[in-house]
């Protein structure tokens, strides 16, 4: 079974905010496969499907961002998972709107949900996906991060959704992830 994850933050006041494009992702991963985000369990939500033969598990913490680890941890734990079976989605301020980067490990950068999940998960050692927001420029971090896009940033945005999806549909079709990493960096 492999494990997707997409990081944001629950509720409607956080839809479409730049927090939330690891939802995004996801929501646009899952509408592509059909898959209903229906399950409640261990602090998540959860949508499952098989593809060729491989399950896969979508999940959004139902944690806010900053407790992330705290539903996927567990998770990780009761599915007994294998690191290379997970990959985890999220907004990045260090790369601008439009772009992504593929990473097997690193550092938190400041983004709060990883750092949780390096805690629940006792390694730094996960592949992810990051999904460029920018930084922000005349607001603080916080306000620009619980922030909507502008119209002129929604189609760089957009396009940045559809490569992520592009990645984990060939992730899942097990590309390896070194594979990922050249095509989509």
Do not use: C
Not at 12 to 34: E, I
Not at 138 to 158: I, M, R
Request: no cysteine; charged share 25%.
């Amino acid at each position: 079974m492999k494990m997707i994850v997409g990081l944001g933050n629950i509720g409607p006041q956080y839809d479409g905010t730049r927090h939330n494009t690891g939802f995004s992702v996801l929501d646009q991963f899952a509408n592509d496969h059909g898959i209903e985000m229906t399950t409640r369990k261990m602090e998540a939500k959860l949508g499952s499907t098989v593809i060729d033969g491989e399950k896969v598990m979508l999940v959004e913490p139902t944690t806010f961002m900053n407790e992330s680890g705290r539903a996927v941890g567990p998770l990780m734990k009761f599915y007994k998972l294998d690191l290379d079976d997970l990959i985890v989605v999220y907004d990045d301020m260090d790369l601008p709107v439009g772009k992504i980067r593929l990473r097997t490990h690193g550092a938190a950068g400041g983004h709060n949900g990883i750092k949780s999940l390096i805690a629940h998960l006792g390694t730094n050692k996960f592949n992810r996906i990051r999904v460029g927001t920018d930084h922000p420029k005349l607001q603080s971090v916080v306000d620009y991060v619980l922030g909507k896009f502008t119209d002129e940033q929604l189609p760089d945005f957009n396009k940045s959704v559809d490569t992520a999806v592009d990645a984990l549909n060939d992730w899942v079709n097990d590309t390896p992830f070194d594979k990922l990493e050249n095509k989509y960096n």
